[in-house]
């Protein structure tokens, strides 16, 4: 994710700064809970320089010229903001690599009654990987530490031979099941037999 993040900073000419600005936006137009937006500008340094970092990235080409970015004092809605197509689609690009890992390293197959079933299929709950790639972004607020202890998870309980991973990869992420897996690794489960748990 960090070099991600450099590769955009240096095709755009961004600072540390604008580009953790333009996450906290993206989060809040992406309607993810936490309101890490609102947090920030709640500290009076960070609220007195957000303008001239908004106007900063329009010079840069990031928002687009069409947008009038308020005055002090002036009522800002962060989900009126348009963002320029080619940035967004680079940006959501590099999202994408975190979604990929994991789909790459989800099981692709379990038996279930002596059948071979794929745990790998998202067009029941997604239109392509790329939505699937996104939403597991959404999901975990695109936090690189997170995804980390995901995967770590999703290896341990493969070479551990758990029986835990017998859903599809889509229910995996939309019910958020790593927090049951982790439950599970220490050691807050005990007695559950993970082989009747089956969900495709």
Not at 37 to 52: A, D, G, V
Not at 100 to 120: A, G, H, Q, W
Not at 125 to 132: A, Y
Request: proline share 4%; net charge positive.
């Amino acid at each position: 994710m960090i070099d991600q993040d450099l590769a955009i900073i240096e095709k755009y000419g961004l600072n540390p700064t604008e580009l953790f600005i333009i996450n906290l936006i993206f989060l809040t137009q992406e309607g993810y809970s936490e309101p890490y937006l609102l947090r920030y500008l709640k500290i009076p340094e960070n609220k007195e320089n957000f303008r001239p970092i908004l106007l900063q990235l329009q010079n840069k080409g990031i928002i687009l010229k069409s947008y009038k970015i308020p005055e002090k004092g002036q009522r800002f809605d962060p989900l009126e903001i348009p963002f320029n197509q080619n940035f967004f689609k680079t940006y959501w690009k590099a999202s994408f690599e975190l979604g990929k890992e994991l789909f790459d390293t989800y099981p692709m197959f379990t038996n279930i009654n002596r059948c071979t079933v794929s745990l790998r299929g998202i067009s029941k709950k997604f239109d392509s990987l790329e939505d699937f790639y996104r939403f597991y972004g959404k999901s975990i607020g695109w936090n690189a530490k997170k995804h980390k202890e995901i995967i770590d998870l999703i290896t341990w309980e493969q070479e551990n031979n758990v029986g835990f991973l017998r859903m599809s990869i889509a229910s995996f992420v939309i019910e958020q099941k790593w927090v049951e897996l982790k439950a599970l690794k220490d050691g807050k489960i005990a007695n559950v037999n993970f082989d009747t748990l089956v969900q495709i």
